[in-house]
C-alpha cells in the first residue's frame, strides 16, 4: 500500500513526513511541496529552492522492510533516480559521491536520507530536492535544472507523480548488495578520470576508483590509494 501527499509550501519535507505516518499504515507514504521554504541537505548543507518552479519529495518506508545496510541503502536509493531521471531525459545521467545526481556537470538533485522512529516503528526517510522548471542559479553554483540541463518542461504533477511510482516498484524489487554496489560504481561520477580534490584545504589530483560498502569512497592519488569519508574531500572537478 501507497500513499502520496502534497502541501501547497512547508519548510521541510522530511521534517513535515512525521504527522502523515501516525494515522496510516502504509509500506511507503510519500510527501511532496512544489514550495519547500527550509530544506535541508547532507550533514547541515541548506538546500535552496525556487517556489513552482522544482520539487521537494520525501518517501518514508519501515527500515524492517529491507535488510540492507544504511549504506547500500543509500546507495540503490541514488541509482532509483538517477536511473528515473535517465530514463525520463533520454541522457547520460551520474551519481556524485555521495548522494548527488549529475547531469552535464550540473547538480540537478539532491538527497538526504534520515532514520527515525515514529509511531513505534523505525524509518528510513528519504527526501530529494529536484531542480525542474528553474532557469537561473548563482553564477559560480555547481546546479542546474531538467530544463537548463535538457531544454525539457516536465509538468511537475506528472513528474512527481511517475517518481512516486517508480520509487515504490524500484523499492519493491532490491537486488543484492553486490549488484548494488557494482551498479553505484558503473554510475560514479568522474570514476576513472583525472580530477581535482580539496584534501586538507589543499588542492590535488586523484582519479576516483570505486566506492566500497562502508560507504568510503576510494581516490588514486600520487602517493598512491587512500579512502574517504564524506566532508574529508571536495571534489572540485
Given at each position: 500500500m501507497t500513499q502520496l501527499f502534497y502541501l501547497k509550501e512547508c519548510p521541510s519535507t522530511n521534517d513535515e513526513i512525521s504527522q502523515f505516518l501516525l494515522y496510516g499504515n502504509s509500506d511507503f507514504t510519500g510527501l511532496h511541496t512544489f514550495n519547500q521554504t527550509k530544506g535541508?541537505?547532507?550533514y547541515g548543507n541548506t538546500w535552496a529552492s525556487t517556489a513552482?518552479?522544482?520539487?521537494?519529495?520525501t518517501l518514508?518506508?519501515?527500515?524492517?522492510?529491507?535488510?540492507?545496510?544504511?549504506?547500500?541503502?543509500?546507495?540503490y536509493t541514488a541509482i532509483v533516480i538517477r536511473d528515473f531521471l535517465a530514463n525520463l531525459t533520454e541522457n547520460i545521467v551520474?551519481?556524485?559521491?555521495?548522494n548527488d545526481?549529475?547531469?552535464?556537470n550540473k547538480k540537478i538533485v539532491g538527497i538526504l536520507i534520515e532514520k527515525k522512529k515514529i509511531n513505534q516503528h523505525t524509518y528510513f526517510i528519504i527526501g530529494a530536492g529536484f531542480n525542474i522548471l528553474q532557469e537561473k542559479f548563482d553564477a559560480i553554483s555547481n546546479a542546474g535544472s531538467l530544463l537548463t540541463q535538457t531544454g525539457k518542461r516536465f509538468n511537475l504533477n506528472d513528474f512527481t507523480s511517475r517518481l512516486h511510482d517508480y520509487m515504490v516498484e524500484r523499492l519493491n524489487n532490491i537486488p543484492s548488495e553486490q549488484e548494488i554496489?557494482?551498479?553505484?560504481?558503473?554510475?560514479?561520477?568522474?570514476?576513472?578520470?583525472?580530477s581535482v580534490f580539496e584534501i586538507d584545504k589543499k588542492r590535488q589530483n586523484g582519479i576516483i576508483r570505486y566506492a566500497d560498502e562502508k560507504g568510503e569512497l576510494w581516490i588514486e592519488l600520487e602517493e598512491g590509494m587512500k579512502s574517504f569519508y564524506h566532508k574529508e574531500v571536495k571534489l572540485l572537478y
Open positions: 535541508r541537505g547532507q513552482e518552479k522544482n520539487l521537494a519529495y518514508a518506508v519501515k527500515t524492517e522492510n529491507f535488510i540492507l545496510s544504511d549504506f547500500t541503502f543509500n546507495y551520474k551519481i556524485k559521491w555521495p545526481i549529475i547531469l552535464k554496489i557494482d551498479q553505484f560504481n558503473q554510475n560514479l561520477f568522474r570514476k576513472d578520470e583525472i
